[in-house]
Nanobody
Framework: QVQMVESGGGLVQAGGSLRLSCSASKRLIGAKTLGWYRQAPGKQREWVAS???????DYADFVKGRFTISRFVTQNTVYLQMNSLQPEDTCSYYC????????????WGQGTQVTVSP
């Protein structure tokens, strides 16, 4: 099992920024894909952004131009820089990784809460 621990969530005013971090207990070089999902109360979890082991990034339309995902293999950490935050970005944010070396499979963090006030 890969332990993934998010941090960096909190309360911010609309227009503000936060940077989420996700530290993995295994080397990121073994992960084909790393990324972030989010979930608001009463809603389904939705994909936010991902980065491959070739550093190819992809974003959901609703965060393009505002959020940036990055991975630092030496730190075993994935970041999500979130700018121009809006109240609709209020969610729990979860990081995930798809490992292609043991332990193979998807691994998830427990989530970190982001709250954006008007």
């Amino acid at each position: 099992q890969v332990q993934m621990v998010e941090s960096g969530g909190g309360l911010v005013q609309a227009g503000g920024s936060l940077r989420l971090s996700c530290s993995a207990s295994k080397r990121l070089i073994g992960a084909k894909t790393l990324g972030w999902y989010r979930q608001a109360p009463g809603k389904q979890r939705e994909w936010v952004a991902s980065v491959t082991n070739s550093n190819i990034t992809d974003y959901a339309d609703f965060v393009k131009g505002r959020f940036t995902i990055s991975r630092f293999v030496t730190q075993n950490t994935v970041y999500l820089q979130m700018n121009s935050l809006q109240p609709e970005d209020t969610c729990s944010y979860y990081c995930f990784g798809k490992w292609i070396v043991a332990p193979i499979g998807e691994h998830w963090g427990q989530g970190t809460q982001v709250t954006v006030s008007p």
